[in-house]
């Protein structure tokens, strides 16, 4: 090998090694632009998740409440069933007793 074809392989690698080189900072640069993306999806999702953690308190807390109004809603139907059933009870026995009276008087 020659001197001259020497520094045509040198200046041929240079030339490769500039163009790698350049490849390298751009592949750098979309590397740097897919994290700034990322970062930016992962804020959203960050805020998302924040206001699903909210809306998931304020439905707990409406269960909650929803539970307890069940709760007393069923302890009024109890109470009101046992009025019914003692008035049931006391209509009846009004009922025998105006019964009796009709045989006595007849």
Do not use: C, P
Not at 9 to 36: A, G, M
Not at 38 to 54: A, I, M, R, W, Y
Not at 63 to 85: F, N, P, Q
């Amino acid at each position: 090998m020659n001197d001259l074809e020497f520094k045509a392989k040198v200046i041929q690698s240079l030339s490769d090694n500039h163009q790698f080189q350049r490849e390298v900072i751009q592949s750098l640069s979309e590397l740097k632009t897919d994290v700034s993306v990322l970062k930016t999806d992962v804020s959203v999702l960050k805020n998302d998740v924040s206001v699903l953690k909210n809306d998931v308190s304020e439905l707990k807390t409406d269960v909650k409440g929803l539970y307890i109004h069940t709760e007393d809603l069923a302890h009024k139907y109890a109470v009101k069933r046992s009025e019914m059933t003692n008035m049931h009870k006391w209509v009846s026995s009004i009922a025998e007793d105006v019964e009796l009276l009709k045989k006595k008087v007849a």
